[in-house]
């Protein structure tokens, strides 16, 4: 069982990294861990900010993690170009990009949450609330987009953006050096959905 130490840092004394709030919901959240900067996710979908992009010290040390935060990224680039460009194929296109966004929150979120239990990761449980809240964001904005809010869609590039530039220089960061390329399952995301009886590899 591996573990590490993760004595919160105020934003600011984070080597390197330009700290920002995260979007975390769960009233358990360690003290710790809140104290990191966190701001609900409200306020993430209020003060959008389309300059958070990618850049290198947002890698987490393992490449098929960066890999999976960099689709995220060029997702939110997709959807503001769709968003920028309206034609008769926007919705059909608005449409697509939200179901892509959810099926990489749920692969995404899987290949973390899997890596962090099978390497006895201390702040699993808080680290999966902070999943489940974002993906129940998308979920709601998927649903509230298919029922005819056309407008929630103008939002979601934003608030990936943002919250995904949060959670990597906070949470995500804390996992550093427990995550590996050794532990992490680095097969494709469809592989990582497809089921407990889809595993190949070697992967447990
Ligand atoms: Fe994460």
Redesign the pocket.
């Known amino acids: 069982m591996v573990q590490t130490s993760h004595e919160c840092v105020e934003p600011t004394r984070i080597p390197s990294h330009n700290a920002k709030g995260i979007g975390l919901l769960d009233a358990e959240m360690r003290p710790e861990v809140l104290n990191c900067g966190a701001e609900d996710m409200d306020q993430v979908t209020e003060k959008p900010q389309s300059t958070d992009v990618w850049t290198d010290d947002l890698s987490v040390g393992v490449d098929i993690i960066d890999e999976d935060h960099q689709a995220f990224f060029r997702l939110a680039d997709l959807l503001r170009d769709i968003m920028g460009s309206p034609d008769e194929n926007q919705d059909m296109l608005v449409e697509t990009a939200i179901n892509i966004l959810e099926e990489y929150v749920t692969g995404h979120?899987l290949r973390?949450e899997s890596a962090m239990a099978a390497a006895g990761y201390q702040f699993l449980a808080e680290?999966v609330a902070?999943?489940e809240a974002f993906a129940a964001r998308t979920h709601q904005i998927a649903q509230d987009y298919k029922d005819g809010d056309k407008e929630v869609a103008a939002t979601i590039s934003d608030l990936v953006r943002r919250w995904l530039t949060g959670?990597i220089r906070t949470?995500?960061m804390h996992y550093r050096g427990v995550l590996t390329t050794e532990n992490v399952d680095d097969r494709p995301m469809a592989y990582l959905t497809a089921g407990e009886d889809d595993q190949t590899d070697g992967w447990p």
């Open positions: 979120f973390e680290h902070a999943h959670h949470m995500d």
